[in-house]
């Protein structure tokens, strides 16, 4: 194949590379891929570019708009894997492999994009978390609602994943309403640059969103504000050396690191040699020594056992590795492909060297091990390798030296709490996993290990049908981790998009808050009209219409009729004298839920029209206990309206049942899909 030119991608034009550009050779054969570096890029013209043209065009656009976008993003990249797959091979990784990376990426966006339609607004302004009373009387109240930061946001990534580690950051970003400037790793950034020129290509994305460095990022660091992001993947030293810039910390940038992670797997007491949680742990341990050639930030780099069982576990995974070839990343029956250069494999050496003075190699040998289909002398290849180190509280290196590469260390522990204390030598990890059966050892390793790591992976017989693995971030749930880990997080669904905007305390009136957020709240005005809301369709429907109903009083035989019907014959609806023992109670009561059935007889529109169903109710509480004799009425308010497709959307309305002296004895969500 030809050399590729990987070009940088600049205020909505391609830019070759320059004269100084590197090569950057196939981690299996040695071979010239591609070429990276470019010339002095006008950054402050990027940043502009962005900040003018694509934060203004994103932010235009409702989080449902966006959350489309990206689907319709995620479905183009789909149709074109293939390419990157081909691509892929050159970096070292096999088709598995790949598919991690890319297959994974894609999935990312769908799954974002998925969570902005579900979990965000068909709006501008994101609600975090209800309304807040903040006077006696109503008329003052506080809102937290999050808004898009006006910058941009510079995502600098690791050479591992060129498209996971990309798209991961890239959809709550675009999500949220801010635009990007990824800078890739130079040593796999063709990849990332092809997935980026099929998003261009796509039209999909407006003027601004995306842009790509390849090469150095310039002086762009030393333009960015309050209004931007950093968000950074690599070794600890790097986002040193990046956070501490004069002008980060000058502006108080917002930068999120995820850097070196000393990642840990416990295997429980209870799991030994025969059981089906021993078999699943070395399967875990092997699986991420091998995948990526242990190229990931999450792998598992020290293997904590039970003393008793340090030997075993060598044994048998000594067996998995056996079966395992290594060999050109093409090949079908490759089973671990190249490191991705001949560089990170010397680096691997070297860190090897250090960690055998602590910890001996017992399996695997770096100088000796068969390979398939490659040339040893050209690729970058290493065999699995594992380390045994016998005196784990004496040794320094094997929690402090990250080898990023197919290597991990065995260490036996005596109890669970010698095991936490082994796996908070990692000084803050991105995840421990720990194989067990036991939910109080599993509770006991969360309340001693949780705070020095992002995510606990507990796995047994019963789950790992199911489960996704030690080493797989998943994009409902938060990456990153405390420490050496670097002290950040992304993804967590909207948790990851709210990195990317400024959340900000509102105070005002019911109606000030309802006009910001669109959303009704208690005690703002009322829209009332001579029709029945059921009767309109979704769109015809405006925040804050509200229905008041007549009035129903509630009997001693309508609470019989209930008991009996429904079997619920719990004493305090059925017994005075025993009601009145209780001290929530007055006397007999009626039942919550024959209020609720009766509110809906007060204020449901019977016929077929518009409402399509009852999907549920949300926020319910029982405000005052209600006694024979008493007058119901209801307030039905529109509160919220949130499209889910152009057949039909979902309402939420704002149910307040009171008696006759005016006071709220239920109060609740109701949940209905209305035609549009």
Partial sequence: MSLIGVQSFACGRWVDPGAGAVVIAD?????????????????????????????????????????????????????????????????????????????????????????????????????????E???????????????????????????????????EKLAPALLAGMPVIVKPASTTSYVTEACVRLMIQSDILPSGAVQLIAGGVGDLMSRLDCQDVVSFTGSAATARHLRSADQLIGASVRFIAEQDSLNA??????????????????????????????????????????????????????????????????????????????????????????????????????????????????????????????????????????????????????????????VNRGGGSLVASLITGDPDMAKEVVMGAGAYHGRIYIN?????????????????????GPGRAGGGEELGGIRGVMHYMQRTAIQGSPDMLSGVGRRWVPGASEITKADHPFTRRFDQLEI?????????????????????????????????????????????????????????????????GPVLANTGLANLRFLKPVEPGSQLRVRLAVMQKTPRNDEYGEVRWHVTIRDQVDEAVAEYELLTMNAR
């Fill in 265 to 422: 797997s416990v295997l429980g007491p209870d799991a030994g040699p025969g059981t089906p949680e021993f078999d699943l742990f070395i399967r875990e341990v092997h699986r991420e020594l091998t995948v990526k050639a242990g190229q990931k930030c999450t792998a598992i780099r020290r293997i904590i056992v039970p003393d008793a069982h340090v030997g075993p576990v060598i044994a048998a995974l000594e067996a998995e590795i056996a079966k395992t070839r290594i060999g050109a990343p093409k090949l079908a029956t490759t089973g671990m492909g190249a490191l991705v250069s001949s560089a990170q494999k010397q680096d691997v050496l070297d860190g090897l060297a250090l960690l055998e003075k602590e910890a001996p190699r017992v399996i695997g040998d770096p100088a000796r091990f068969e390979l398939d289909g490659a040339d040893p002398a050209r690729g970058a290849f290493l065999p699995p390798m594992v380390l045994c180190c016998d005196d784990p509280d004496a040794a320094r290196q094997v929690h402090e030296t990250e080898l990023f590469g197919p290597v991990s260390t065995v260490m036996g522990y005596r109890d669970t709490k010698h095991a936490i204390d082994l």
């Fill in 27 to 131: 981690a299996a054969t040695g071979a010239p891929v591609a070429r990276v570096g470019n010339a002095a890029l006008d950054t402050g013209a990027m940043r502009d570019y962005a900040r003018m043209t694509g934060g203004p065009a994103l932010r235009q656009m409702t989080f449902h708009d966006r959350a489309r976008m990206l689907k319709s993003l995620a479905l183009h990249l789909d149709q074109h894997r293939d390419a990157l797959y081909e691509l892929s091979y050159h970096t070292g990784a096999t088709l598995a492999d790949s598919r991690i990376d890319i297959d994974g990426g894609i999935a990312t966006v769908f799954v974002i994009a998925s969570k902005g339609r579900r979990e965000m607004p068909d709006d501008h302004v994101y609600l975090d978390g209800p309304p």
């Fill in 460 to 480: 047994n017989r019963d789950s790992m049908a199911e489960a996704t693995g030690h080493g797989a971030p998943l994009p409902h749930m938060i990456h990153g």
């Fill in 544 to 608: 804050g219409e509200t229905l008041h109903t007549a009035t129903r009083e509630v009997t001693s035989k309508d609470i019989e009729t209930f008991a009996a019907f429904t079997g619920d014959r719990f004493y305090a609806h059925m017994d005075d004298a025993a009601a009145r023992r209780n001290p929530f109670f007055p006397g007999r009561v009626a039942h919550g839920y024959l209020l609720l059935s009766f509110a809906a007889g007060l204020f449901v529109q019977p016929d077929e």
């Fill in 133 to 167: 009373a903040l006077s006696r009387g109503g008329s003052f109240m506080g809102q937290h609602v999050a808004t898009p930061l006006r910058g941009v946001a510079l995502h600098i990534n690791a050479f591992n994943f060129p498209v996971w580690g990309m798209l």
